[in-house]
């Protein structure tokens, strides 16, 4: 257990739909990053909030949004699904982005 | 912008044997920090070792060492006595706090062999 938590682990929708996906850091980290890893790809960074403020935006379609609550969890809303959706979305947390990430276990998203 | 090229897409070793996986990147910072990362069949991504660019040593972790040649903007990874739960994918990162944000490369897959 890394102590990132994510949840669901699998998730299975339809074409057009909306799904959000949790996630809860490591104790006392304060930055949340999520990651999109489409079939034997590398991570493609999607966005990071730090303590409930974004502060970096990488390659996020505007159909996908999230934000950082004052417990510091945070959520990954992808809204209006594509096929090419489908992939193992990552969060990850840490206390400072020098001393390394710890990733949560993932989501797999399919859309059918 | 920062990028990291694994120029290895698959590697394959015999138990025990050592194996040298290569990492490039490009970047005009002085500040940075440079990882390995491992994710086995479990998608499960886990960090194995960690490099201040600061550093001149060398960081080991175990079986597991780097050669980090800042001037080359190189980092490659060599694990000793491979076993094999070592077989996974492995993945450069490179963190900068300008960019605040970790940049991976494609990944090497490695196999370990009998």
């Known amino acids: 257990d890394s102590g990132v938590t994510q949840t669901p682990k699998h998730l299975i929708t339809a074409t057009g739909q909306r799904v959000t996906l949790r996630c809860s850091p490591r104790?006392?980290?304060?930055?949340v990053y999520w990651y999109q890893q489409s079939l034997d790809q590398g991570l493609q960074f999607l966005i990071q909030y730090y303590n409930g403020e974004e502060r970096a935006k990488g390659n996020i379609l505007e159909r996908f949004s999230a934000q950082q609550f004052p417990d510091l969890h945070s959520e990954l809303n992808l809204s209006s699904l594509e096929l090419g959706d489908s992939a193992l979305y990552f969060c990850a947390s840490s206390v400072g982005g020098g001393t390394g990430y710890t990733f949560g276990s993932g989501t797999r998203l399919t859309v059918v | 912008a920062q990028t990291v090229t694994q120029s290895q897409p698959e590697m394959s070793v015999q138990e025990a044997e050592t194996v040298t996986l290569s990492c490039t990147y490009d970047t005009s910072e002085s500040d940075y920090y440079l990882f390995w990362y491992k994710q086995p069949p479990s998608r499960q991504m886990i960090l194995v070792i960690r490099q201040e660019a600061y550093k001149q040593q060398n960081a080991t972790e175990n079986r597991f060492s780097v050669n980090f040649q800042k001037a080359a903007k190189s980092f490659s990874l060599k694990i000793s006595d491979s076993q094999l739960g070592d077989a996974a994918m492995y993945f450069c990162a490179y963190f900068t706090g300008t960019a605040s944000k970790l940049t991976f490369g494609t990944g090497t897959r490695l196999q370990v062999t009998l």
């Open positions: 104790s006392g980290d304060l930055s």
